[in-house]
C-alpha cells in the first residue's frame, strides 16, 4: 500500500458519520442560526435574536450529546435526556402558552390604565377570566406532556406567580414591578417550553418551540414598553394607557437623569422591568453627550429605535441636542437636496405613469387614465441635471450618507437605459419588456431617491421636513417612526422656543396634508372613524386622566392633549402595532405549521 | 462524501438548496476536515461546519446565487479552523486527542488499525499549512489547484507543502514498520 493510499484510509476514518439522521439535525440548526441572523439584522431587535440564539444553543445540545455539552447546557435547565416528544402535544403547549402570554399581557396593560385613571374595572374582569382560561388550557397542555415522561420544572406554580401578580396591582406597587411580577408568571412556561424543547428527539421541533418561547416572553410583559408600543391593547383605554405608561416610564427616566453618575439610577429604575433591554439602548443613544429636554422625545427616540430606523433616532437625538442658535452643519445643502429629490421623484412618478400608457399603446391597449403627459418628459433631465447639482453639494457639506446618494445616482444613471427600453419595446435582442417590468424599473428609481431624502432629512429641522411632506413618501413603517420623531422635535423646538402649540399645530396639519391629502382636520377625522379607533374615542382618552395632567403640568401650553399626541400618531401606533402582531402571528403560524 | 450528487446542485433553483445539496454531500468530508485541522472534540468540528454554513447560507441568500457552494464552505471551515487555534492558543488550552465521529472514542474506532491511528496522529502533528494541504489532498480529494484556491496560495506552495508534509509522514511510516 502507497503512501497515499494510506493516508486516504487514514483519514477517511474521520470522515465517517455513523448516525445518518445527524445530517439533518445539523441542516436544521444551520437554517434555525442563519433565520436567527436573518432576523437579527432585518429587525434589529436584540430579544428575538437572542430567542433564536437560544434556538441553536439547544438545539446544539440535541446534536452533539457528550457530557461537556451537557454540563454546559444544563446549568439551569431541567437535566432532560431526549425521550421523544408527541409533537401535537408540543405543539400544544406551544400555543397555550403563546395565549397565556398574550392574556397576561392584556390583563396587564388594563392594570396599567386602571393605574393611569383611563381603566375599566370590568374590563379587568374579563381579562382575568381571559387569563384564568388560558391558564386552565397551559395547565392540561403541561399535564399530558409530564404523563408522558417529559420532566417539567414545577418549583413555582403558575397560578401561585399569578396571584402574586395580581396582588401587586392593588396599589403602592412601582409599575415596573407590576410589570415584572407579570413577567414571572410566564417564567415557568417558558422553562416548560424549553425543557420540552430538550426532551424532542427532533430539532425541528425543539427549534420551533423556542422560537415560539421567544415570541411569548415578547408577548408577555417582560419589556414593557416594548408591549406598549407593540403589542395591541384589547380596545382603546389599554392603547392609550400603554402610551401613558410609556410616557410615565420615560418621565421617571428623565427625572433621575442629571449626568452620568445619575445613570445608574435609571437602570435601577428599569431593572427588573424588562424595558430596560428595550430603552436603554434608544436612551443611551439620546444620552450620548446630549442632554434629553423632553420625555416624549425618548419616547419617540425609543418607538423610533423600535422601528428600526436609527436615522430617524439619530436625528431626535441631534435635534434635542441642537442649540436653536445653531443651525445645524449643511442644513442648507440637505433641504435643497430634499427639494430636488422630491422634485425628480415627482416627474419619474409622472414618466412612470406616461411609460407605462406608452407600452399599453404599443401593445394595442388604450392608456389608462387617458393622457399621461410626455415620454421622455423632458423636465425630468432637467430636474435630473439640478439634483445632481444638489448632491454633490450636499455631499461636499456632509461626511454621511454617500452611500445612499451613490446608490441613487447609479440608479439614475439607469434612467436613459430604461427609456431605451420603453422607446424601443424590447428589453433584449428577443424580449419584450411587460408593463410590470418597467413598473418595477421605476419604482426602484423612486425608492432609492426615497433614501436619499430619508439621510437628507436627518440633516434638518424637524418642520422642514414635514412641509417637504417627507413622511408621505416613505415607506409605512419608516413614516411612522418620522411621525413620532417629528411631533418629538415639535415638542422639543416648542419648548426650548417657547412657541407653544402653534409649531406643532402646523406641523400636524402639514402631516395630516401628507398623509390624507387634505387639510380639513375633521375630514381627516371622518376618515379616521372608518376604522377603530374613532377618533372621537381617542380624543376624549387623551383629554382626560393622565394624559390631561400630564399637559397642563407643562405649563397650560398644552392645554389640548391633543397637542401631547397627536390622534393621527395614535392611530399610526396602533397600525404599526397591528402590522407587527400579524408579523408574529404570521411568523408562529408559519412556524408551527411548517411541519 | 454524501449522497447528494452533483446532479442536484445542478437542479438547485434558489440558494438555499444550493448550499444544503452541497452540506449533504460534504458535512462528513469536512467534519474529517475540522477534527484534522482542529484535533479537538467533535463537538467543536460540528460547530466550525454548522458556523462555515450557516455564514455560506447567509452568503448566497444575500447574493441569489445558486451555483455549487462546495469550494466557498471549504475554505470557510479552514479559515474558522484557523481562528479557532488562535482563540484556544490565547485561552492555554490543551488541546486533546481526536475524538471519532458522533462522540466515540477515536481509539474504540482505530483499535484494530493501530498504524491508521498513528498516521492521523502524525498529520495533526504537522505545522498547520502542511496538514491543511494533506487535508484537502487526501481527505477531500482536492487537486492542487483546488487546494491552493482554498488556502489562497500558489500552487506551487501547495506542491511544496504538501512534499515535506508526505517527506515527515514517510519517516513517521517508517517508524511504524
Given at each position: 500500500?502507497?503512501?497515499?493510499?494510506?493516508?486516504?484510509?487514514?483519514?477517511?476514518?474521520?470522515?465517517?458519520v455513523?448516525?445518518?439522521?445527524?445530517?439533518?439535525?445539523?441542516?436544521?440548526?444551520?437554517?434555525?442560526?442563519?433565520?436567527?441572523?436573518?432576523?437579527?439584522?432585518?429587525?434589529?431587535?436584540?430579544?428575538?435574536?437572542?430567542?433564536?440564539?437560544?434556538?441553536?444553543?439547544?438545539?446544539?445540545?440535541?446534536?452533539?450529546?457528550?457530557?461537556?455539552?451537557?454540563?454546559r447546557?444544563?446549568?439551569?435547565?431541567v437535566?432532560q435526556?431526549?425521550?421523544?416528544?408527541d409533537?401535537?402535544?408540543?405543539?400544544?403547549?406551544?400555543?397555550a402558552?403563546?395565549?397565556?402570554?398574550?392574556?397576561?399581557?392584556?390583563?396587564?396593560?388594563t392594570?396599567?390604565?386602571?393605574?393611569?385613571g383611563?381603566?375599566?374595572?370590568?374590563?379587568?374582569?374579563d381579562r382575568?377570566?381571559?387569563?384564568?382560561?388560558?391558564?386552565?388550557?397551559?395547565?392540561?397542555?403541561?399535564?399530558?406532556?409530564?404523563t408522558?415522561?417529559?420532566?417539567?420544572?414545577?418549583?413555582?406554580?403558575?397560578?401561585?406567580?399569578?396571584?402574586?401578580?395580581?396582588?401587586?396591582?392593588?396599589?403602592?406597587?412601582?409599575?415596573?414591578?407590576?410589570?415584572?411580577?407579570?413577567?414571572?408568571?410566564?417564567?415557568?412556561?417558558?422553562?416548560?417550553?424549553?425543557?420540552?424543547?430538550?426532551?424532542?428527539?427532533?430539532?425541528?421541533l425543539?427549534?420551533?418551540?423556542?422560537?415560539?418561547?421567544?415570541?411569548?416572553?415578547?408577548l408577555?410583559?417582560?419589556?414593557a414598553?416594548?408591549?406598549?408600543?407593540?403589542?395591541p391593547?384589547?380596545?382603546q383605554?389599554?392603547r392609550?394607557?400603554?402610551?401613558?405608561?410609556?410616557?410615565?416610564?420615560?418621565?421617571?427616566?428623565?427625572?433621575?437623569?442629571?449626568?452620568?453618575?445619575?445613570?445608574?439610577?435609571?437602570?435601577?429604575?428599569?431593572?427588573?422591568?424588562?424595558?430596560?433591554?428595550?430603552?436603554?439602548?434608544?436612551?443611551?443613544d439620546?444620552?450620548?453627550?446630549?442632554?434629553?429636554?423632553d420625555?416624549?422625545?425618548?419616547?419617540?427616540?425609543?418607538?423610533?429605535?423600535?422601528?428600526?430606523?436609527?436615522?430617524?433616532?439619530?436625528?431626535?437625538?441631534?435635534e434635542?441636542?441642537?442649540?436653536?442658535?445653531?443651525?445645524?452643519?449643511?442644513?442648507?445643502?440637505?433641504?435643497?437636496?430634499?427639494?430636488?429629490?422630491?422634485?425628480?421623484?415627482?416627474?419619474?412618478?409622472?414618466?412612470?405613469?406616461?411609460?407605462?400608457?406608452d407600452?399599453?399603446?404599443?401593445?394595442?391597449?388604450?392608456?389608462?387614465?387617458?393622457?399621461?403627459?410626455?415620454?421622455?418628459?423632458?423636465?425630468?433631465?432637467a430636474?435630473?441635471?439640478?439634483?445632481?447639482?444638489?448632491?454633490?453639494?450636499?455631499?461636499?457639506?456632509?461626511?454621511d450618507?454617500?452611500?445612499?446618494?451613490?446608490?441613487?445616482?447609479?440608479?439614475?444613471?439607469?434612467?436613459?437605459?430604461?427609456?431605451?427600453?420603453v422607446t424601443?419595446?424590447?428589453?433584449g435582442?428577443?424580449?419584450?419588456p411587460?408593463?410590470?417590468?418597467?413598473?418595477?424599473?421605476?419604482?426602484?428609481?423612486?425608492q432609492?431617491?426615497?433614501?436619499v431624502?430619508?439621510?437628507?432629512?436627518?440633516h434638518?429641522?424637524?418642520?422642514?421636513?414635514?412641509?417637504?411632506?417627507l413622511?408621505?413618501?416613505?415607506?409605512?413603517?419608516?413614516?411612522?417612526?418620522?411621525?413620532?420623531?417629528?411631533l418629538?422635535?415639535?415638542e422639543?423646538?416648542?419648548?426650548?422656543?417657547?412657541t407653544?402649540?402653534?409649531?406643532?399645530?402646523?406641523?400636524?396639519?402639514?402631516?395630516?396634508?401628507?398623509?390624507?391629502?387634505?387639510?380639513?382636520?375633521?375630514?381627516?377625522?371622518?376618515?379616521?372613524?372608518?376604522?377603530?379607533?374613532?377618533?372621537?374615542?381617542v380624543?376624549?382618552?387623551l383629554?382626560?386622566?393622565?394624559?390631561?395632567?400630564q399637559?397642563?403640568?407643562?405649563?397650560?401650553?398644552?392645554?389640548?392633549?391633543?397637542?401631547?399626541?397627536?390622534?393621527?400618531?395614535?392611530w399610526?401606533?396602533?397600525?404599526?402595532?397591528r402590522?407587527?402582531?400579524?408579523e408574529?402571528?404570521?411568523?408562529?403560524?408559519?412556524?408551527?405549521?411548517?411541519r | 462524501?454524501?449522497?447528494?450528487?452533483?446532479?442536484?446542485?445542478l437542479?438547485?433553483?434558489?440558494?438555499?438548496?444550493a448550499?444544503?445539496?452541497?452540506?449533504?454531500?460534504?458535512?462528513?468530508?469536512?467534519?474529517g476536515?475540522?477534527?484534522?485541522?482542529?484535533?479537538?472534540?467533535?463537538?467543536?468540528?460540528?460547530?466550525?461546519?454548522?458556523?462555515?454554513?450557516?455564514?455560506?447560507?447567509?452568503a448566497?441568500?444575500?447574493s441569489?446565487?445558486?451555483?455549487?457552494?462546495g469550494?466557498?464552505?471549504?475554505?470557510?471551515?479552514?479559515?474558522?479552523?484557523r481562528?479557532?487555534?488562535?482563540?484556544?492558543a490565547?485561552?492555554?488550552?490543551?488541546?486533546?486527542?481526536a475524538?471519532?465521529?458522533?462522540?466515540?472514542?477515536?481509539?474504540?474506532?482505530?483499535?484494530a488499525?493501530?498504524?491508521r491511528?498513528?498516521?492521523?496522529?502524525?498529520?495533526r502533528?504537522?505545522?498547520?499549512r502542511?496538514?491543511?494541504?494533506?487535508?484537502?489532498?487526501?481527505?477531500?480529494?482536492?487537486?492542487?489547484?483546488?487546494?491552493?484556491?482554498?488556502l489562497?496560495?500558489?500552487?506551487?506552495t501547495?506542491?511544496?507543502?504538501l512534499?515535506r508534509?508526505l517527506?515527515?509522514?514517510?519517516i513517521?511510516?517508517?517508524?511504524?514498520?
Amino acid at each position: 500500500m502507497t503512501i497515499d493510499d494510506e493516508l486516504h484510509a487514514a483519514l477517511s476514518t474521520l470522515a465517517a458519520v455513523h448516525d445518518p439522521d445527524a445530517t439533518d439535525r445539523a441542516w436544521a440548526l444551520v437554517c434555525a442560526e442563519a433565520d436567527a441572523r436573518r432576523h437579527a439584522r432585518r429587525r434589529g431587535r436584540l430579544l428575538l435574536a437572542a430567542a433564536c440564539l437560544a434556538v441553536a444553543a439547544v438545539v446544539a445540545g440535541t446534536l452533539v450529546v457528550t457530557a461537556d455539552d451537557e454540563a454546559r447546557l444544563s446549568t439551569d435547565e431541567v437535566d432532560q435526556p431526549a425521550v421523544g416528544v408527541d409533537p401535537a402535544a408540543a405543539r400544544a403547549l406551544a400555543q397555550a402558552t403563546v395565549s397565556l402570554s398574550g392574556s397576561l399581557a392584556d390583563e396587564w396593560l388594563t392594570t396599567t390604565a386602571i393605574g393611569a385613571g383611563v381603566g375599566d374595572a370590568g374590563q379587568l374582569e374579563d381579562r382575568r377570566a381571559a387569563t384564568d382560561a388560558a391558564l386552565a388550557d397551559w395547565e392540561a397542555a403541561s399535564t399530558a406532556l409530564a404523563t408522558a415522561g417529559v420532566a417539567l420544572d414545577d418549583d413555582v406554580p403558575v397560578d401561585e406567580a399569578l396571584a402574586v401578580a395580581r396582588s401587586s396591582t392593588d396599589g403602592g406597587t412601582a409599575p415596573a414591578e407590576v410589570g415584572a411580577s407579570y413577567a414571572a408568571v410566564v417564567d415557568r412556561p417558558a422553562r416548560a417550553l424549553v425543557a420540552t424543547a430538550r426532551a424532542s428527539d427532533d430539532p425541528r421541533l425543539a427549534a420551533e418551540l423556542l422560537v415560539v418561547d421567544g415570541l411569548a416572553g415578547r408577548l408577555s410583559g417582560r419589556a414593557a414598553v416594548a408591549a406598549a408600543l407593540l403589542v395591541p391593547g384589547p380596545d382603546q383605554p389599554a392603547r392609550a394607557a400603554a402610551a401613558v405608561a410609556a410616557s410615565d416610564l420615560a418621565q421617571e427616566v428623565f427625572d433621575a437623569y442629571a449626568g452620568p453618575a445619575q445613570k445608574q439610577r435609571w437602570r435601577d429604575a428599569l431593572a427588573g422591568s424588562g424595558a430596560d433591554m428595550v430603552l436603554m439602548p434608544a436612551l443611551d443613544d439620546v444620552a450620548l453627550g446630549l442632554a434629553p429636554t423632553d420625555p416624549s422625545t425618548i419616547v419617540a427616540a425609543t418607538a423610533a429605535g423600535l422601528a428600526g430606523e436609527r436615522q430617524v433616532a439619530d436625528a431626535v437625538a441631534a435635534e434635542v441636542g441642537r442649540s436653536p442658535e445653531a443651525p445645524p452643519e449643511g442644513e442648507a445643502a440637505a433641504a435643497e437636496l430634499v427639494r430636488h429629490t422630491l422634485d425628480v421623484q415627482r416627474l419619474v412618478d409622472e414618466e412612470r405613469a406616461a411609460a407605462l400608457a406608452d407600452l399599453g399603446a404599443q401593445a394595442g391597449a388604450a392608456p389608462p387614465g387617458g393622457a399621461t403627459g410626455p415620454f421622455p418628459n423632458p423636465e425630468l433631465s432637467a430636474a435630473v441635471d439640478a439634483w445632481r447639482q444638489a448632491a454633490d453639494a450636499f455631499v461636499a457639506s456632509s461626511d454621511d450618507d454617500r452611500d445612499a446618494l451613490a446608490r441613487a445616482g447609479a440608479r439614475i444613471e439607469g434612467l436613459a437605459t430604461l427609456r431605451q427600453v420603453v422607446t424601443d419595446g424590447r428589453l433584449g435582442p428577443t424580449t419584450e419588456p411587460s408593463v410590470a417590468d418597467v413598473a418595477r424599473m421605476y419604482d426602484a428609481i423612486d425608492q432609492d431617491l426615497s433614501q436619499v431624502v430619508l439621510a437628507a432629512a436627518t440633516h434638518l429641522d424637524g418642520a422642514a421636513v414635514v412641509d417637504a411632506g417627507l413622511v408621505a413618501l416613505l415607506p409605512h413603517e419608516r413614516a411612522v417612526a418620522a411621525e413620532l420623531a417629528l411631533l418629538a422635535i415639535d415638542e422639543a423646538g416648542a419648548v426650548r422656543q417657547g412657541t407653544g402649540a402653534a409649531h406643532a399645530r402646523a406641523g400636524r396639519a402639514a402631516l395630516l396634508v401628507a398623509r390624507f391629502g387634505t387639510p380639513d382636520q375633521r375630514a381627516a377625522r371622518e376618515r379616521f372613524d372608518a376604522g377603530p379607533p374613532s377618533t372621537d374615542e381617542v380624543v376624549a382618552i387623551l383629554t382626560t386622566g393622565e394624559a390631561r395632567r400630564q399637559a397642563e403640568a407643562r405649563g397650560g401650553a398644552r392645554g389640548d392633549a391633543g397637542d401631547l399626541v397627536d390622534p393621527a400618531t395614535l392611530w399610526q401606533w396602533s397600525s404599526q402595532r397591528r402590522a407587527a402582531l400579524a408579523e408574529l402571528s404570521t411568523a408562529l403560524a408559519s412556524t408551527l405549521d411548517a411541519r | 462524501m454524501g449522497s447528494t450528487s452533483a446532479t442536484d446542485l445542478l437542479a438547485a433553483t434558489d440558494p438555499a438548496a444550493a448550499v444544503e445539496a452541497c452540506f449533504r454531500r460534504d458535512r462528513a468530508a469536512l467534519l474529517g476536515l475540522a477534527r484534522v485541522l482542529g484535533g479537538t472534540r467533535p463537538d467543536d468540528a460540528e460547530e466550525v461546519v454548522q458556523e462555515a454554513t450557516v455564514r455560506t447560507l447567509v452568503a448566497w441568500e444575500r447574493s441569489g446565487r445558486t451555483d455549487d457552494p462546495g469550494p466557498y464552505l471549504r475554505t470557510a471551515v479552514v479559515n474558522l479552523r484557523r481562528d479557532g487555534w488562535r482563540r484556544r492558543a490565547r485561552r492555554g488550552t490543551t488541546e486533546r486527542l481526536a475524538d471519532g465521529p458522533d462522540g466515540t472514542d477515536l481509539a474504540d474506532d482505530l483499535e484494530a488499525d493501530e498504524r491508521r491511528r498513528r498516521l492521523v496522529d502524525a498529520v495533526r502533528a504537522l505545522p498547520e499549512r502542511q496538514r491543511e494541504v494533506v487535508a484537502l489532498r487526501y481527505l477531500l480529494e482536492c487537486s492542487t489547484g483546488e487546494a491552493a484556491s482554498t488556502l489562497g496560495i500558489a500552487e506551487g506552495t501547495v506542491k511544496a507543502h504538501l512534499h515535506r508534509a508526505l517527506d515527515s509522514l514517510g519517516i513517521a511510516l517508517e517508524d511504524l514498520r
